[in-house]
Nanobody, 121 residues
Framework: QVRLVESGGGLVQPGGSLRLSCAASGFTFSSVAMSWYRQAPEKDRELVGRITSDGGSTNYADSVKGRFTISRDNAKNTVYLQMNSLKPEDTAIYYC??????????????WGQGTQVTVSS
């Protein structure tokens, strides 16, 4: 079955960097776009960014543009989120996501368990 496992979260000081990884299995990784989402306490889950199946195109939320970079290694079935110049407001649980069709008309979301990122001095 589809499995997404995030890693790399932790505590970092403002201005610091972290790289998150998401290891995927159970589907043809190189055929699907991947996304990163985050959810801060008492806030809705929000899209951080997305990368196409071949890695040729990415897009980002305005709040992280220029600081975060999504990449992927299709040989390793892994997607990454490089986070630089971290701010306290980046504190959240970060989730890996993909969507795939389960029927002609229906897409299903798949989520990892999430990894906590805390930005604090």
């Amino acid at each position: 079955q589809v499995r997404l496992v995030e890693s790399g979260g932790g505590l970092v000081q403002p201005g610091g960097s972290l790289r998150l990884s998401c290891a995927a299995s159970g589907f043809t990784f190189s055929s699907v776009a991947m996304s990163w989402y985050r959810q801060a306490p008492e806030k809705d889950r929000e899209l951080v960014g997305r990368i196409t199946s071949d890695g040729g195109s990415t897009n980002y939320a305005d709040s992280v543009k220029g600081r975060f970079t999504i990449s992927r290694d299709n040989a390793k079935n892994t997607v990454y989120l490089q986070m630089n110049s971290l701010k306290p407001e980046d504190t959240a649980i970060y989730y890996c996501n993909t969507r795939m069709p389960v029927s002609i008309t229906t897409l299903r979301n798949y989520w990892g368990q999430g990894t906590q990122v805390t930005v604090s001095s």
